[in-house]
């Protein structure tokens, strides 16, 4: 049994360290024996999406966001399939935005997405920048979710999907709903790089879990020593939430 993690456009989606995410899902797994493999998908690479646990998408700049649009608008009904079906996907910032109708840039470019989401971005006067710290329903002791954002895009969801989480420090979706991400069946939109899985142990866990889920294995996943996980968590916490 192995994990089939496909990273998507990871020459073009990769800001601030995003990447990390995937090696936070492939230590995390290793640790308790399951093996992974990460395939890296980009543009024109056949996507055989059937054989994927876990779909990943990183954060881009616009220009990036333009140059796959293509190609990614071509895997749209096997990507639809997939996410009805259960398949599990984390998508960061820009990544988030093209799983949505549109992304209408600051020159008035509009980026058509995937249309799997009821979601659509429009990018601000401002940049959205800076910690974030969110509150959570996760299943697990953690309520929070915490990261660093950086886009100038506000994303409004639509009622069909529901927020990842609700802000308590910084911007999220778009600095006025108090909303951060989004969650629909088992996929995971966020504004938050950081990047975000090494910080956020409960949310990694809950990715892998939901994954195995969906292959039909026993998933309880061993507890694994997070003091270090936390600890950074924490900090985070600690530095810009309780201390203002
Ligand atoms: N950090 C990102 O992925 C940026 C996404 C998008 N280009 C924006 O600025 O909103």
Redesign the pocket.
Known sequence: MKLHIYHLYPDLLD?YGDRGNILALTARSKWRGVETEVHKISLGDPLRIEKADILFMG????RE?NILVEDLGKRREEIKEAVEDGLVVLA???GY?MLGQYYQTGEDIRIPGLSILDLYTV?GQKRLIGNVIAESDLPSSLKTIVGFE????KTYLGSEVQPLARILRGYGNNGEDGTEGVRYKNVFGTYL?GPLLPKNPHLADLLLRLALERKGVDSELRQLDDSWEIAAHQAVVNRFLKNG
């Open positions: 800001l954060g881009g700049s616009d966001q960061i910032c820009g935005q990018a950086n886009h100038s895009g790089h």
